[in-house]
């Protein structure tokens, strides 16, 4: 095999210790630093075919990290992954990517991946052989088998697309076992059930650009709700129609990342939905039995809101989209009076299009399924279990009992490739490859089939489970015959038309044309709903829902996704209760003070968060965090907010999140909140600006008081600036035509680099506040997450654990997803209001033409490049930090502890995580100051290529990681002073304007407005 | 509180040092006198010639001192010392390569086994399978093949030890001063003629902002690469490069 051609550790910059050797030098030379061993060159033993050392090479293969399926390419770069991009051809996500999917590479090189199989040895879990694990597998099968216990065993498989379930069903039946579970905890059972019985089809692709009115009820299309990425990508794309966008209004009693970017907000009680639903079904036609007045009364809003709604849709006619997703028990048939409208108003087949169904959720199995299989567990009547991902010990009801019940389990099997809380119950591990070390298929929409391959070897001794499966059953003389192929791969590509030459010609696309789905799909029988109603007692609702970054839970190992603050509460490495102002007044507690959240099911402590957009009857917490063990980023962060659920499903066999009462009462700790944001309020100061789309339409006059609380006298013509890489007025002598000292700042001056000026145009009326962008950033540019507990200094209580260094403000995070909450009202004003507007601007250096940051740098470590860079010198700086003090975006961040060297306790990149580090960009050392360069090193790549081609960049040739992650596609970037750019003429746009142009920064960001879709006047 | 006499210690032993220090840099590039090359076909070492090792030998003889010392005027190097500490300008390989007899004698191109200094950042160490596609057959019996042979057929990596290295926060890019027409050893040296390869540049940004403010000279870069520079090498233009901070610091 290939070893890898650079040093394995990839050292730090220590500018510490490079200024003690700079400033020795002249005297005691090399005398001074001593203990470096000298570096070594190791080569290849044999080179790769088709790669060069030093140039990255690109697989395209099929992310995991949710049921969607989206396509990826995974860049390498001398054998290692380092970065995943959507893979543009790809059908599902076309080129964009969310938080989680970037992020599968640290679960790739998570530090807590089971290194080889473990076997139960007096209690613990001790590493064993390869050979020892298989063996002691086939042993425990064949003794199985001989007492004729098989029929009862049960495996259960975290849901998966492809072939997969099919090879495993068929290892299963050869082996005389049952087919397997295959469970995923964040599927949206209720939706599926009743889609498949309104519609056909488990989940139809749902067109927003076709739509003019989008009801919600709870479902969180943007939240990570269904499939993100495409229902993300179809919602931009009709937000960005502006006048022809469709108006949203969002139903729920939590107003969710769907419910902040609708215009309009029902806060309907939870529970009410299902009146809410049947009565606008009444109003379209169909006669839904409930009346507007009696599901207003019920819902606790205005009977008004409801009857324009049932106008709106009936006026948008075939062109309305109504999704369900509702978590209470009767989210079935709230999901099918939804279906019903769309049916009634002749919608299907324009926004809900069944023949384009996504066919993630095909062959996956109940909630309810997997309970009982664990009560079966519990009776003693399993005598051999099996997991592969599913992490049901944390993501099932706690009634259900998961660790008395796999107690009672002879032998428990875990091919999970990473630690988790079941994995850790089980007997045997025999870790499988991560999914980017693997082979498989998927079939996201019907005949395509997206391949899944290997894009590095493995990083630790682990074994695709379907090897292990065929090694098992080559073994065993019974199965042997049946098993003629040699490995997983081979079984894939005869599976394939054109078989191994088919699969070697597909994989540079990672598509092909075909099918990998396993028959006939199972129909879960549909389970009375013991009750519809909310159960419990107490004067609160509780909602848990689904992190948008962690999802069920399996994200909370992962720094990146624990260190992206939640979009809606913009809280990180924390669980709070979101209650609302008079909730938190009518308490008596205040932000952080912590409250005790009371169930029949179990009790929560956590602090209070004061959220608007939530009902004040109503409490919400994130699931997702709170892990026993799931590796060092997820062991005790936060609280587990599953505990305080019972087993309450809804008919369709899924688990429901909205089904208790709570009590809540004042518990005496406070903590802090661990949170990126400063102020949820702009202050008049502008930054993220609206327009009402009557303005574009030319039936309202566009007031401008919403910003400019003080006006300065900067042109708003800022092209000027865009177009020159120093704002004119801030060129001083280089603007001085006679000047003979304007050096490569000339647009004259042979090498040419001050004929560019690089910009960013970024559409708020695409931007969700998704944060994809944020993740993207920290993959492409090693930005250290500093979150963890041993990141930060202990000095004060009430700042030690998960998240105290960003408490103190210390997180890295180049792009910061700013989010401002828009209410004509005093801050002190508590009073529940459902009408306030919600705007996100990604922001970040906005590398400005007259830059504040570069006069104040006593040792011009920042300045500005001839191509309109605001360029940050990280071996110039020496961390006075007047920069940032003087930065109106306040986008520069410190290094405050030097995450990034190996040898400290701070270090963000534990092994393998550095293996993941982007080597063309500098790891940055302790007492830097750091910012976006705009992605400088893909600008100079670019430039490399253009040269070694002899040509000149060619417009939109490449993108930031930012621009290119973003699955609502609101970022352009580009050479603003050349037209070959789609950024130049997206600048131009009416909507466009720079955050404080009073303050004459000249920016090379230009933001465009936000476009609100108020209900239309009656 | 030191007393006088201890402040003159440590003065004394600041200037010792520094003068070590200094030396050592310094020797790290002598070699052991200068020996004329023999005439030809003249034993050496008492090998004689169509001996094993006699072409070897004979190279590393004819280039021993023909290298021009590297241009340290601008020294002062921290990358010396944070990088190289404990390696001289020219240290001991695990496998004594004899760039003399692959360059001078059998005329390999440079880029015969770095194979991707014209098309990547990475010059690229040529892999054990490269040496090994001549040396299956090639000196086999040789000690210093038979080292290589050892690494081939155990599968370790050879533990070059590194002598060229710019620090982490700079990016250079090899392909773009190789297809800027810059000679190897315009910053490497006259490899060719070391029969151990040392170090030549100080590596330091004021040497390579010299090149890049003033430009560069294809006669001068062949010259130093110890070529007579042609008629159309005299011709060329100086070529200059950006000095903008950003173009290597990111």
């Known amino acids: 095999m290939t070893s890898i051609a650079n040093t394995g550790d990839k050292p730090a910059v220590k500018r510490r210790e490079f200024l003690k050797v700079l400033g020795a030098s002249t005297a005691a030379g090399a005398a001074a630093a001593c203990g470096d061993k000298p570096e070594k060159l190791l080569p290849y033993l044999v080179s790769p075919d088709h790669t060069v050392p030093g140039v990255s090479t690109y697989y395209a293969t099929t992310c995991r990290e949710c049921a969607s399926g989206c396509g990826?390419?995974?860049e390498t770069r001398d054998g290692r992954a380092i970065k995943a991009e959507g893979n543009p051809d790809h059908p599902v996500n076309r080129g964009a990517l969310c938080a989680r999917g970037q992020s599968s590479l640290q679960g790739l090189y998570n530090p807590d991946r089971y290194r080889g199989p473990m076997l139960r040895d007096g209690g613990e879990l001790k590493p064993v052989s390869?050979?020892?694990?298989?063996?002691?597998?086939?042993?425990?099968?064949?003794?199985?088998?001989?007492?004729?216990?098989?029929?009862?065993?049960?495996?259960?498989?975290?849901?998966?697309?492809?072939?997969?379930?099919?090879?495993?069903?068929?290892?299963?039946?050869?082996?005389?076992m049952p087919a397997h579970l295959s469970y995923d905890a964040e599927a949206p059972l209720a939706t599926m059930s009743a889609n498949r019985e309104a519609y056909g089809v488990a989940w139809p692709s749902l067109d927003f650009t076709e739509a003019r009115v989008v009801v919600s009820i709870g479902a969180d299309f943007l939240d990570g709700w269904g499939h993100s990425v495409p229902q993300q990508l179809s919602w931009a794309d009709a937000r960005a129609k502006l006048t022809d966008a469709p108006r949203a209004v969002y139903i729920g009693a939590r107003r969710s990342l769907t419910g902040l970017n609708s215009d309009q907000w029902i806060a309907a009680k939870p529970g009410s939905e299902l009146q809410v639903v049947r009565a606008l079904l009444g109003a379209v036609g169909r006669g839904g039995g409930v009346s507007i007045e009696a599901a207003a009364q019920a819902a606790g809003v205005t009977a008004e809101s409801i009857t324009s709604l049932a106008n709106e849709l009936r006026a948008a006619g075939s062109h309305a989209l109504v999704i369900a997703g509702t978590t209470g028990p009767d989210a079935r048939a709230v999901?099918?009076?939804?279906?019903?409208?769309n049916k009634a108003l002749g919608a299907v087949g324009t926004t809900v299009k069944t023949a384009d169904a996504l066919l993630a959720y095909e062959r996956i199995n109940t909630t309810a399924q997997v309970r009982e299989a664990v009560e079966r567990m519990n009776a003693g009547n399993v005598p051999i279990a099996f997991f592969r991902g599913a992490n049901i010990a944390h993501t099932l009801a706690k009634q259900t009992n998961v660790a008395a019940a796999l107690g009672k389990v002879a032998f428990k099997v875990s091919f999970t490739s990473v630690k988790d809380e079941t994995s850790e119950l089980c007997d045997l591990i025999l870790p499988d490859h991560h999914s980017l070390e693997s082979w498989g298929d998927a079939e996201p929409m019907r005949g395509v089939l997206s391949l899944v391959q290997p894009t590095m070897d493995p990083v630790f001794t682990t074994r695709a489970t379907a090897d292990v499966l065929i090694a098992v059953a080559k073994a065993n003389p019974a199965t042997a015959s049946r098993y003629g192929f040699s490995d997983y791969r081979a079984w894939i590509s005869s599976r394939i038309s054109g078989g191994d030459t088919g699969l070697t010609s597909a994989l540079p696309r990672g598509l092909t044309n075909g099918s990998a789905l396993a028959g006939a799909v199972p129909t879960a029988r549909l389970a009375a709903s013991a009750s519809q109603a909310i159960g419990g007692t107490g004067e609160y609702t509780l909602q848990v829902y689904f992190s948008p970054t962690l999802g069920d839970g399996r994200g909370a190992n992962k720094p990146w996704l624990q260190e992206l603050p939640d979009p809606v509460t913009k809280v990180l490495w924390q669980t709070v209760v979101e209650m609302h102002g008079e909730t938190a007044k009518a308490l008596g507690v205040a932000q952080g003070e912590h409250v005790t959240v009371r169930t029949a099911a179990g009790e929560l402590t956590a602090p209070a968060?004061?959220?608007?957009?939530i009902r004040p009857d109503t409490i919400a917490i994130a699931a997702g965090r709170g892990h026993a063990g799931y590796g060092r980023y997820a062991a005790g962060c936060g609280s587990d907010a599953y505990q305080l659920l019972g087993i309450t499903e809804n008919e369709a066999g899924g688990w429901a999140l909205t089904q208790q009462k709570a009590t809540v009462t004042k518990a005496s700790a406070l903590s802090r909140i661990v949170t990126t944001e400063g102020s949820a309020r702009q202050h008049d100061r502008g930054i993220a600006r609206a327009m009402s789309v009557g303005v574009l339409l030319g039936?309202?006059?566009?007031?401008?008081?919403?910003?400019?609380?003080?006006t300065g006298d900067a042109s708003h013509e800022f092209l000027p600036g865009l177009r020159s890489p120093v704002a004119g007025d801030a060129q001083g002598d280089l603007v001085d035509p006679k000047s003979k000292d304007q050096g490569l700042y000339d647009p004259a001056h042979p090498l040419g680099l001050a004929k560019r000026r690089w910009a960013m145009t970024i559409d708020l009326a695409r931007c969700t506040g998704c944060s994809a962008c944020v993740t993207a950033c920290y993959a492409e540019n090693n930005i250290p997450t500093v979150g963890a507990p041993w990141q930060g200094p202990v000095v004060m209580a009430d700042r030690t654990g998960f998240g105290a260094n960003i408490t103190r403000s210390r997180e890295m995070a180049w792009i910061r997803l700013e989010r401002y909450f828009e209410i004509d009202r005093e801050p002190k004003d508590v009073a529940f209001d459902a009408s306030f507007d919600t705007r996100f601007v990604p922001m970040m250096c906005q590398h400005c033409g007259n830059a504040p940051c570069e006069p104040v740098c006593p040792v011009f470590a920042t300045y500005h490049a001839p191509d309109g860079l605001n360029v940050q010198v990280y071996n110039r700086c020496v961390g006075t930090r007047y920069c940032s003090n003087n930065c109106p975006y306040k986008v520069r961040y410190f290094n405050w502890f030097g995450y990034g060297e190996h040898d400290r306790a701070q270090y963000a990149f534990p092994e393998p995580l550095h293996w993941q580090l982007n080597p063309d960009v500098t790891v940055r050392g302790k007492g830097v100051m750091e910012k976006c360069t705009f992605c400088v090193q893909r600008i100079r790549e670019a430039e490399h290529h253009a040269k070694l081609e002899g040509r000149e960049i060619q417009g939109d040739e490449f993108t930031t990681a930012c621009a290119q992650a973003c699955p609502s596609r609101a970022i352009i970037f580009g050479d603003a002073a050349s037209d070959a750019w789609t950024v130049a003429r997206a600048a131009q746009d009416r909507r466009a304007y720079h955050v404080f142009e009073e303050l004459n920064t000249f920016t090379a960001v230009a933001y465009l407005k936000k476009v609100n879709h108020p209900a239309a006047r009656a | 509180m030191p007393g006088r006499r201890s402040w003159a210690l440590v003065t004394g032993f600041v200037v010792v040092a520094a003068a070590v220090a200094a030396l050592s840099a310094y020797?790290?590039?002598?070699?052991?006198?200068?020996?004329?090359?023999p005439a030809a076909d003249q034993p050496i070492d008492g090998i004689n010639p169509g001996q094993p090792g006699y072409l070897t030998l004979k190279a590393n003889l004819e280039a021993r001192g023909k290298a021009p010392k590297g241009p340290w005027a601008y020294s002062g190097s921290s990358n010396f010392n944070r990088y190289f500490v404990g390696v001289s300008r020219s240290p001991q390989q695990p496998i004594n390569f004899p760039h003399?007899?692959?360059?001078?004698?059998?005329?390999?191109?440079?880029?015969?086994?770095?194979?991707?200094a014209d098309k990547s950042p990475d010059p690229g160490m040529p892999a054990i399978s490269t040496c090994m596609g001549c040396h299956n057959t090639v000196a086999i019996q040789r000690p210093e093949i038979q080292k290589l042979k050892a690494y081939a057929d155990s599968g370790k990596a050879i533990p070059w030890v590194r002598i060229h290295k710019v620090p982490d926060y700079v990016q250079f890019p090899h392909m773009r001063h190789v297809n800027a027409g810059v000679t190897c050893q315009a910053c490497h040296g006259q490899v060719q003629n070391m029969p151990r390869v040392e170090r030549y540049a100080s590596l330091n940004m004021g040497w390579c902002v010299n090149c890049h403010l003033n430009g560069y000279s294809r006669a001068e870069g062949m010259r130093a690469a110890g070529?007579?520079?042609?008629q159309e090498d005299m011709r060329a233009p100086i070529r200059k490069a950006s000095y903008d901070c950003a173009v290597c610091h990111y």
Do not use: M
């Not at chain 1, 968060?609 to 957009?613: E, S």
């Not at chain 2, 020797?27 to 090359?37: M, R, V």
């Open chain 1, 72 to 74: 990826i390419i995974v």
């Open chain 1, 335 to 341: 999901a099918l009076a939804a279906a019903e409208i």
């Open chain 2, 227 to 230: 070529y007579e520079p042609s």
């Open chain 1, 130 to 176: 390869w050979d020892q694990a298989l063996q002691t597998l086939a042993t425990r099968l064949g003794e199985v088998r001989s007492r004729n216990q098989a029929g009862n065993a049960v495996f259960i498989n975290q849901h998966e697309q492809g072939s997969f379930p099919a090879f495993l069903d068929q290892w299963l039946a050869a082996h005389g």
């Open chain 2, 100 to 116: 003399p007899v692959h360059v001078n004698t059998l005329k390999l191109n440079c880029v015969f086994c770095h194979y991707a």
């Open chain 2, 27 to 37: 020797t790290g590039t002598l070699f052991s006198a200068q020996q004329t090359a």
């Open chain 1, 609 to 613: 968060y004061i959220y608007i957009g």
């Open chain 1, 699 to 710: 039936t309202e006059e566009e007031h401008d008081g919403e910003h400019h609380a003080f």
